[in-house]
């Protein structure tokens, strides 16, 4: 999977769907739904029982893989949005690296890694690179890169195809709008919100 080509892809498919036109969320609220995304992976294991892609009414692409490639799309589009380059730094982690506990485990390991972006972003304040305390490369941009790694393995260990469920999602939510929905993507801003109706 070429990184940053996706990395391009999904800020594209977010600003035609237009996830937030108005760049109103924070980095907080952005965290927050990834959480959100990587627990629908296990909601989609619990309904499917397997890794492979599956499609819903109308044709909407489901399954673990489905919503796997929501978590990737979710951290590239923040990425390109807080001005981290993934590009070519996404390293490989081993496959020996998946849990052994099964895929339950495996979204343990996920949530964590999306709470390590936060915890960077606590403990300095920007989305530069910076050195931790061991003396190892720290920082929001280092822990999103290695949430893409984790996101990549737990698809390679569990034999789920995050290129192919990427490539259908991506088609998919291009035909959307997430306004459209009805979606309340920031609360003081939305129509609900306001006493207005659509």
């Given at each position: 999977m070429d990184i940053a080509e996706t990395q391009r892809l999904a800020w594209e498919e977010c600003v035609v769907a237009e996830w937030d036109p108005e760049l109103a969320l924070s980095f907080g609220e952005e965290v927050a739904h990834l959480h959100e995304e990587v627990s629908e992976t296990l909601g989609a294991y619990r309904k499917y029982g397997d890794f492979a892609l599956h499609q819903g009414p109308g044709g909407k692409p489901e399954g673990v893989g489905a919503e796997l490639a929501d978590v990737l799309i979710g951290?590239?589009?923040?990425?390109?949005?807080?001005?981290?380059?993934?590009?070519?730094?996404?390293?490989?982690?081993?496959?020996?690296?998946?849990?052994?506990?099964?895929?339950?485990?495996?979204?343990?390991?996920?949530?964590?890694?999306?709470?390590?972006?936060?915890?960077?972003?606590?403990?300095?304040?920007?989305?530069?690179?910076?050195?931790?305390?061991?003396?190892?490369?720290?920082?929001?941009?280092?822990?999103?890169?290695?949430?893409?790694?984790?996101?990549?393995?737990?698809a390679g260990c569990f034999g789920a195809d995050l290129g192919e469920a990427f490539k259908a999602k991506h088609f998919w939510n291009l035909q959307r709008n997430y306004q459209d929905e009805g979606r309340c993507l920031h609360p003081t801003r939305s129509p609900r919100a306001a006493g207005l109706s659509r």
């Open positions: 951290l590239l589009y923040n990425a390109r949005r807080f001005g981290v380059d993934l590009g070519t730094r996404v390293p490989v982690v081993p496959a020996a690296a998946c849990s052994a506990g099964g895929f339950g485990e495996e979204v343990g390991r996920l949530h964590e890694v999306v709470s390590n972006i936060f915890r960077a972003y606590r403990r300095y304040h920007d989305f530069a690179p910076h050195v931790g305390p061991d003396g190892e490369p720290d920082g929001v941009d280092v822990k999103m890169t290695l949430a893409v790694a984790h996101l990549m393995a737990a």
